[in-house]
């Protein structure tokens, strides 16, 4: 029986739920690898504090870095997160050639192009599932499932906190400021919510998406992020009376000229699966040239469901660690087989809009707004109108067909100069997830 | 680099599907694998026929089993279904030392314990993605990304003629026999349909997947097997009204006592994603004890997503064939670690139910049937009483608590039994996935 030995760095919640998970099916995981996998030692940041999950039998020491050169580890598990002592982690643990399992998507999407290339290197694997959508084996699924599959594109609600605010904001009553606050008593929101509501933590994960759907390297250079916080209940529910609901997406789609990146607030069809998912769940649309859409879905975060992710990747490396190869590359495709396809400018993007105009009740007012799109070669696909009491104005939704953004832009540029308007013009970009 | 030569017995949809991933993505396949993938050798019913695929380089025979012990084949690809000679290729094929993929569902519901014993004994690996639910990599995400967790469920839509079926009796005015017309008329539903709306089908999927969750042997033996013909276009409308949508599901639930295997139609939450999977999609649930639930939906059926899924097969086999080695036992765990948990009887099947009786509309009647629900210790969870004009009686529709199916039988001979119905009693499950 091959033996594993296990270095985790880092006992919070996902520690301490892949530590709970090795124990409770240890039995199951020995049938299912025919490896003995054993925690070695454990990095925690205070050795003083009262553990909350059970660690007997395993080593802790305080000093992170001697995890990853430590003679009894085989595989370095790294769960403490950030970009700053992980990545020395990491890098020492590929250095000493040991494998690395982790769930750090920012490091990967800031210095994974360097970590994996050093790994390849040195022959050892870095794996990564819990990186992106926590418990969903969306990477296996890609990198595997789907690898008969040239990738068409990928679109995700990857950040739960997100999703649980805008599902929060469709109830009657809620609006941003309210629901953040209630997303922080949850735990489900930062103090400083910033890195989930400004989509800098779903742009992390959608770099490490892109990179296995599309072989690209890792990177959010030209990704245009955008988080929820020009979503209003108001939008929210004039989606609603048009069959749509919004929600917070990664999107990665390949266009004949390079490739869109975006993380955003979007109208989602209520017909699709996508838009049905709510609260804190995640999933991941892929559709592939063979297969066509698939949809993965489940929970994105939590110590279990993540720690459920590391126990995957854990068994496939104790199945390589048997074989003693390395089986498949990290992204799917060798370091040197990665192609820099351009991501397309922001301009360059193709997709449909939302737009909420609240205008003087006056003749006149619609015919300019019209002519103004059409001028611009935009489509009107659906239009409500409806009083605004509130500011003696007439409220006026607009949905238009697919165009470039360009156009959308120089549209709307123009619609915020009418004199006409009472308000700022809202808009939100529709995807079809077609 | 490792050269792997497959020989495909069957060139029909989901052959030709297969032939034109291998040419349309060959690159990213060798990326991929690092293999020189060709396909040496293809069997087809009849060499006169002109082919719907591209065949060039490919030597067809009409004589499957020659391709089985062919000299220049490694993997045999068992693409001609049924239980009939493909047993004897995929036999041969073991015997002779080839790896092979199936499609096949039917022959390892059948034949899969003595086939899959055979391969372990010979060293060889059989892979089956193609044979549940189509182009979704299910079978791989029970099998590795779950594989840190004990499974506690598993529920899927798992037959498309089905699904189509009882999305279109949802519509208005639209009854069993006019749909399954327009189905055969799609191609969706055989002439002879009765595999597919009796349940047969799917049950060959679900003793699939009961075996790759729990690690039991692959079996129907026990199963619950029923199918769409009993649920009528006023049930979906009764459910829609309560909440629910009518799919039919094969179920997999481990219980203290054993397990629950059944094929059945069922109301299901509208909160629910899985209610929302509709026409001829597919989509399994999987509950975890790490990760909770997740769901996989996607293409069941067609040339391409089938295609996908087996050359998803063809890439796991590539690679583990430049290791030389087995990586995985092809139910997850090894045959002589399977466990034969007792497949439960129905009597002990614990789900709540849907009842819908048309009765007098005279007083005392309600009084009659709820006194034999509580006599078996079901309480009403909720209730509908509506006229039913067109028998002068009450319709009457009723959802109950989780029960034992023993209790629930009991109650229906009772009810069945009352004089004031007008018509016999319609009952179906209520699965809340939960």
Excluded at 133 to 143: C, S
Excluded at 307 to 325: F, L, N, W, Y
Excluded at 369 to 385: D, K, P, W, Y
């Amino acid at each position: 029986m091959t033996s594993v030995r296990l270095g985790i760095v880092g006992l919070g919640t996902v520690g301490c739920g892949t530590l709970s998970i090795l124990r409770d099916n240890a039995s199951l995981l020995a049938q299912r690898t025919g490896c003995d996998i054993r925690v070695s030692t454990a990095a925690v940041r205070d050795l003083s504090r009262p553990r909350t999950c059970d660690t007997q039998g395993i080593r802790l020491v305080n000093t992170p870095l001697s995890v990853a050169t430590a003679a009894d580890v085989d595989v370095v598990v790294e769960l403490m997160g950030g970009t700053g002592l992980a990545v020395d982690v990491v890098r020492t643990a590929i250095e000493a050639g040991k494998h690395v399992i982790t769930a750090n998507k920012a490091l990967l999407a800031e210095h994974g192009n360097e970590l994996l290339a050093l790994a390849e290197a040195k022959g050892v694997m870095v794996a990564f599932e819990a990186s992106v959508a926590g418990g969903i084996p969306v990477i296996k699924a890609l990198k595997e499932g789907m690898a008969g599959n040239a990738i068409n594109w990928v679109a995700g609600i990857i950040n739960g906190t997100c999703n649980y605010m805008l599902t929060e904001m469709a109830k009657p009553g809620n609006d941003f400021a309210p629901v953040l606050k209630e997303a922080q008593r949850l735990g489900y929101a930062e103090a400083e919510p910033s890195f989930d509501i400004d989509g800098i933590d779903a742009s992390h994960k959608l770099a490490i998406l892109a990179s296995v759907a599309f072989g690209v390297p890792l990177s959010r250079q030209g990704m245009l992020i955008e988080g929820i916080t020009m979503v209003t209940a108001d939008d929210i529910a004039w989606a609603d009376d048009l069959g749509y609901k919004i929600k917070s997406l990664g999107i990665a789609r390949r266009r004949e000229a390079g490739i869109e990146l975006r993380v955003q607030s979007a109208l989602v069809p209520k017909s699709k699966l996508l838009a049905n998912v709510d609260d804190v769940m995640n999933a991941v649309m892929v559709n592939g040239n063979a297969v066509g859409t698939t949809l993965y879905s489940g929970a994105g975060a939590g110590g279990l469901p993540t720690g459920s992710a590391v126990v995957a990747d854990i068994v496939d490396v104790c199945i390589a660690m048997r074989t003693g190869q390395v089986l498949r590359p990290a992204l799917g495709i060798a370091m040197k087989d990665l192609s820099p396809l351009p991501i397309l400018p922001s301009s360059e993007i193709q997709t449909a809009y939302y737009l909420r105009l609240s205008v003087t009740d006056a003749p006149g007012v619609l015919a300019k707004i019209s002519a103004v799109l059409a001028h611009e070669g935009i489509s009107i696909e659906e239009m409500r109108q409806q009083p605004d009491s509130a500011r003696s104005a007439a409220a006026l939704v607009l949905l238009t067909n697919v165009v470039k953004e360009a156009a959308f832009m120089n549209a709307l540029t123009q619609l915020s100069a009418l004199t006409d308007l009472k308000s700022p013009v809202a808009w939100l970009r529709v995807e079809h997830l077609a």
